[in-house]
């Protein structure tokens, strides 16, 4: 099989690599094309990939290109992976947003909806093309906002692509691992939107281990979310929040913290990576030490302000280890390829899975994937205040797709004005002017 990585040039295409490495089944992927417009990120990237197969017989050809259309044609199964305006981009959008007293974080808030802007229009043309140039292909998005992207995605290739994040299996495995439960046995009952979800049950042998975890505090302040939120308000909420949804929960709290940071996430990471590819053009560098331990710093200060703020200490060192994107990713094409039945949390169409969304919206939740693809699991019915949250939300995510359809000015004050997390339709507007200031590819959204 023929697997394309657009974004080929990202610092996370050696996890995917090391994982494809693994697998030696027959059906497995044979050859890897990474796509980016920056031949020196390619570069880079291909030089660990080299190291990590060094020895192995059978592992996957790598190829790189700066030509898309080449990229995409013969794939069989297309990974996006892509940063519309890179870091420098991310750290914008933060910064615009602290400065009107809003969250700026890339997929949540006033950043989440500056970075949906800009990429929708990107990733419909991709989608377009794959349409076009690789009909077979499954696309499986990794681009963020995942949901956002997937459901602009979907609108022109149907269930042929499928996103996914690694937070809800992550949050699965970590309260799995507390209960003494084999995460392999377990069923996760989790819904809502990409990085807007809860964990209700964790079932194993059909019995709903989730309550003898919520009636021990001492279990409760013994992993990142129980110390992240507290026992009390887990307890109160009768469910495990994704680690994003802290943002809603201690908005204010989180605006402080990262209101006195001394960088933002975006900064921070633009400056690592800026230093990670600078090295990779030392031919004497070493690519896949010095990759794995900008990789290892990354991770340690993932959501560091947040935990701060909690008082959640240091990231245990289970959370620091890979087995996230790339070990859902593989699932889902092994499952799609040699139709090995699974089930995996995943970003697809509802398909009345959620009755509170109509059929057309991408949500996040358990579903059965085989050679047909991913078909979502009907959930029970969520609580009234998440439905207040997966609704206000789902209304943002569907102005912001206006906007990049139609240019419409207007509609991306609305998704603003909408959020929870802004709410102020002044500030909205000053927030539209200040990301089309600083990001000339808004432009486009010059219509009323």
Request: charged share 25%; aromatic share 10%; net charge negative.
């Given at each position: 099989m023929k697997l394309t990585i657009l974004g080929g040039g990202g610092f996370r295409v050696p996890l995917v690599y090391g994982a494809l490495l693994g697998d030696h089944a027959e059906g497995r992927v044979t050859r890897v094309t990474l796509y980016d417009t920056d031949a020196d990120r390619l570069t880079a990237v291909a030089r660990v990939l080299a190291e990590q197969a060094a020895g192995i017989d059978d592992a996957p050809a790598v190829v790189a290109t700066g030509d898309l259309d080449e990229a995409l044609r013969g794939a069989d199964f297309v990974f996006s992976a892509i940063r519309v305006g890179g870091l420098e981009g991310r750290a914008a959008d933060e910064r615009v947003a602290l400065d009107e007293g809003v969250l700026g974080q890339e997929t949540?808030?006033?950043?989440?909806?500056?970075?949906?802007?800009?990429?929708?229009?990107?990733?419909?043309?991709?989608?377009?093309?794959?349409?076009?140039?690789?009909?077979?292909?499954?696309?499986?998005n990794f681009t963020n906002p995942a949901g956002l992207v997937t459901e602009a995605m979907a609108r022109h290739l149907g269930d042929r692509v499928i996103g996914i994040c690694d937070s809800p299996v992550g949050l699965g495995r970590r309260i799995a691992r507390v209960l003494?439960?084999?995460?392999?046995?377990?069923?996760?009952?989790?819904?809502?939107?990409?990085?807007?979800?809860?964990?209700?049950?964790?079932?194993?042998?059909?019995?709903?281990?989730?309550?003898?975890?919520?009636?021990?505090?001492?279990?409760?302040?013994?992993?990142?979310?129980?110390?992240?939120?507290?026992?009390?308000?887990?307890?109160?909420?009768?469910?495990?929040?994704?680690?994003?949804?802290?943002?809603?929960?201690?908005?204010?709290?989180?605006?402080?913290?990262?209101?006195?940071?001394?960088?933002?996430?975006?900064?921070?990471?633009?400056?690592?990576?800026?230093?990670?590819?600078?090295?990779?053009?030392?031919?004497?560098?070493?690519?896949?030490?010095?990759?794995?331990?900008?990789?290892?710093?990354?991770?340690?200060?993932?959501?560091?302000?947040?935990?701060?703020?909690?008082g959640a200490g240091e990231r245990e060192e289970s959370d620091l280890d890979?087995?996230?994107?790339?070990?859902?990713?593989?699932?889902?094409?092994?499952?799609?390829?040699?139709?090995?039945?699974?089930?995996?949390?995943?970003?697809?169409?509802?398909?009345?899975?959620?009755?509170?969304?109509?059929?057309?919206?991408?949500?996040?939740?358990?579903?059965?994937?085989?050679?047909?693809?991913?078909?979502?699991?009907?959930?029970?019915?969520?609580?009234?205040?998440?439905?207040?949250?997966v609704t206000a939300v789902k209304a943002v995510e569907r102005a912001v797709l206006e906007a990049a359809e139609s240019g419409s000015r207007s509609a991306a004050v609305r998704a603003f004005a909408l959020h929870p997390l802004v709410d102020s339709v002044s500030v909205a507007r000053r927030l539209v002017e200040g990301y089309t200031r600083v990001h000339p590819g808004l432009g486009y959204l010059d219509r009323p």
């Open positions: 949540v808030g006033a950043g989440g909806i500056a970075y949906g802007l800009r990429t929708v229009p990107v990733a419909t043309d991709l989608a377009r093309r794959v349409a076009r140039l690789a009909p077979d292909a499954w696309v499986i003494g439960v084999d995460p392999d046995r377990a069923w996760i009952d989790y819904v809502g939107l990409n990085h807007l979800g809860w964990v209700r049950g964790l079932h194993v042998d059909g019995r709903d281990e989730l309550p003898r975890l919520l009636a021990d505090p001492a279990l409760l302040g013994s992993f990142e979310e129980g110390r992240l939120f507290g026992a009390d308000w887990l307890r109160s909420l009768g469910a495990v929040p994704n680690e994003y949804l802290h943002y809603y929960y201690f908005n204010r709290e989180a605006v402080r913290a990262y209101q006195g940071a001394e960088q933002t996430r975006g900064a921070f990471l633009r400056e690592q990576q800026e230093g990670f590819y600078a090295r990779m053009k030392d031919p004497a560098a070493p690519p896949l030490a010095t990759w794995d331990r900008t990789r290892a710093e990354r991770e340690a200060t993932y959501m560091s302000e947040n935990r701060d703020v909690a890979s087995g996230g994107y790339e070990q859902v990713a593989l699932a889902l094409m092994r499952a799609v390829a040699r139709d090995e039945r699974t089930s995996l949390i995943l970003d697809v169409r509802n398909r009345g899975a959620l009755p509170v969304l109509d059929e057309d919206a991408v949500i996040e939740v358990p579903c059965l994937v085989d050679a047909n693809g991913a078909r979502p699991v009907a959930v029970d019915p969520l609580p009234y205040h998440a439905v207040g949250l």
